[in-house]
């Protein structure tokens, strides 16, 4: 198992929009990712109800729990997925 950490950048945090293209990019991915707030609550990440339940708002870190064949690749496509500025405004 690999874990990294990733800071939330998108300034609307990761609401249904931003979590539906994180949930789709895990999909993809042969290894299993979870992702862990600080208070301990966790997502699945191919899960977009529980990674809009984990309510994370700009500045928020998670760390992200890799396990599974190509564990590397696919912690960092998942950073960069969480770190990534989505041009989605909720309500629109």
Do not use: W
């Not at 800071?7 to 949930?23: L, Q």
């Not at 990440?45 to 696919?74: K, R, S, Y």
């Amino acid at each position: 198992m690999l874990s990294c950490r990733a800071t939330i950048r998108n300034k609307y945090g990761i609401h249904c929009r931003p979590s539906t293209e994180i949930a789709r990019e895990a999909q993809v991915l042969e290894a299993d990712v979870t992702v862990r707030r600080d208070s301990g609550v966790e997502a699945k990440a191919t899960n977009v109800l529980q990674l809009v339940g984990l309510g994370l708002a700009a500045g928020d870190e998670v760390t992200l729990a890799v396990e599974g064949p190509g564990e590397e690749e696919a912690a960092e496509r998942m950073k960069n997925m969480f770190e990534k500025e989505f041009e989605y405004v909720p309500g629109e």
